[in-house]
């Protein structure tokens, strides 16, 4: 006999599907869902006033192709995150060539924006390289720390930050500070979790703040962010300022669904500024349950992932998942006017088709590698030991 439909998924049932559903994080996946469901309601807030701003004549305009990525990206997300560790890395191999394959080209044939070419235009879709380089980045040399680590004769170090200075010169050429940062910081990460000596952190730490402090002058755009940010009250802070009339706008509770009237004055709305929408109609008790469940899922990450026994998984993984935290952190420390102001998309939230399909890639790979497996999981064996690289 079939198992009826309420039973498809009884621990018994050894179908792929029934496997991935009792080993996968369904904590995690709940919280997933939850993002998604959120960029679907704010992107139909968001999108009236966007569409408007750019003579678009469907008001639903961002909302219907929110919609339609977000049911791409759950797929992505699923489908990725019943691999296995050695699938996530092979996967990880082919994206990082395609992207930097794009990203090479870019100075010839991308599509430029804002004084910035990060763009390729495939059948009027835009993509955005760099978003799927960078969690295939993380996993790549997440692997060459491990193989590193084992003694053999492989350069796994100096492989690991040939693939990070040959990522971080092509997002400079388009540029791209922002996208930088991020990737250094989850770089960082995966370096000090896999064991490295605490020498070798603060030397990379060191050399990231100089190379930092360099973009200001390198990069006018850079100069003009952070001149904004230190002196407003001599530059033009337009949508900053609507942003955080919109946040205090909304109260602890909102102006309601649909009824933000100061989210229609920002001109990223649907993008960058989604965060301040969501504030203006749903208020700062909704605003801080957002950033909660983001602190969750990298909270509740991490905590898996240094209880994972295989180096390669446990240091793949928090990286991911750092930078998930990380690029939330930047988005919505943008909108409170914490940082200068970067074009950051806020994970599963902003209207973008590469955010959402790239996000959904980050995480789905994140599940994989913290899925109940035998022998995935030690209760003894914690990170790897200083000095194995020695």
């Given at each position: ?12 049932d050894?179908?792929q ?35 408007a701003r ?80 960078k ?14 680590q ?28 922002g ?24 030397l ?11 973009t ?73 349950l ?64 590469s ?36």
């Amino acid at each position: 006999m079939k198992p009826t439909q309420a039973h498809a998924f009884a621990r018994s049932d050894r179908s792929q599907m029934g496997v991935w559903w009792w080993t996968t994080d369904r904590w995690m996946l709940g919280a997933v869902a939850a993002l998604i469901a959120v960029g679907v309601l704010m992107s139909f807030a968001a999108s009236p006033a966007a569409a408007a701003r750019l003579n678009i004549g469907d008001p639903f305009h961002f909302a219907v192709r929110q919609c339609v990525f977000a049911v791409a990206g759950a797929g992505i997300l699923i489908a990725t995150s019943m691999l296995d560790g050695r699938g996530v890395r092979r996967a990880a191999f082919f994206v990082y060539l395609i992207a930097i394959a794009i990203m090479i080209a870019l100075p010839f044939m991308g599509h430029s924006a804002k004084g910035a070419t990060r763009w390729i235009s495939i059948a009027g879709f835009t993509l955005q390289p760099s978003e799927f380089m960078k969690p295939a980045l993380i996993v790549l040399v997440s692997w060459m720390f491990s193989e590193g680590q084992k003694g053999q004769g492989v350069p796994g170090v100096s492989i690991a930050f040939a693939l990070y200075f040959l990522s971080v010169g092509l997002l400079l050429i388009q540029p791209d500070v922002g996208q930088t940062v991020l990737i250094t910081v989850a770089f960082g990460a995966a370096f000090w979790m896999a064991g490295v000596p605490l020498s070798w952190v603060m030397l990379l730490g060191g050399v990231a703040v100089v190379g930092l402090s360099s973009t200001y002058f390198l990069f006018p755009h850079v100069a003009s962010r952070v001149d904004r940010f230190l002196s407003p009250e001599r530059a033009d802070t337009f949508q900053v300022d609507r942003a955080a009339e919109a946040i205090a706008g909304g109260g602890l509770f909102g102006r309601g669904p649909g009824e933000g009237v100061l989210k229609k004055n920002i001109p990223d709305a649907h993008t960058d500024f989604i965060y301040s929408v969501a504030a203006e109609e749903y208020g700062l008790i909704f605003s801080l349950l957002l950033i909660s469940v983001f602190s969750f899922i990298v909270v509740r990450g991490l905590y898996k992932s240094m209880k994972l026994s295989d180096p390669f998984e446990q240091v793949a993984a928090a990286g991911l998942f750092v930078l998930v935290g990380q690029q939330a952190f930047i988005n919505i420390a943008v909108n409170l006017n914490m940082i200068p102001t970067k074009g950051m998309t806020l994970p599963f939230i902003s209207s973008g088709g590469s955010s959402m399909l790239a996000i959904s890639l980050t995480l789905g790979m994140a599940l994989a590698l913290t899925r109940r497996r035998p022998g995935a999981y030690s209760q003894t064996e914690g990170l790897a030991k200083a000095g194995a690289f020695a």
